[in-house]
């Protein structure tokens, strides 16, 4: 369950980073 989260939170991430493709912006919690 962990490994299929950990996916999904990478495909996550790079989808944001496709998106925004600005390397000044972190996003935060």
Do not use: E, H
């Not at 989260?5 to 790079?14: A, E, F, K, P």
């Not at 980073?17 to 972190?26: D, M």
């Amino acid at each position: 369950l962990r490994k299929l989260l950990n996916q999904t939170l990478s495909v996550t991430l790079l989808k944001l980073k496709a998106r925004t493709r600005t390397p000044g912006i972190t996003l935060l919690p």
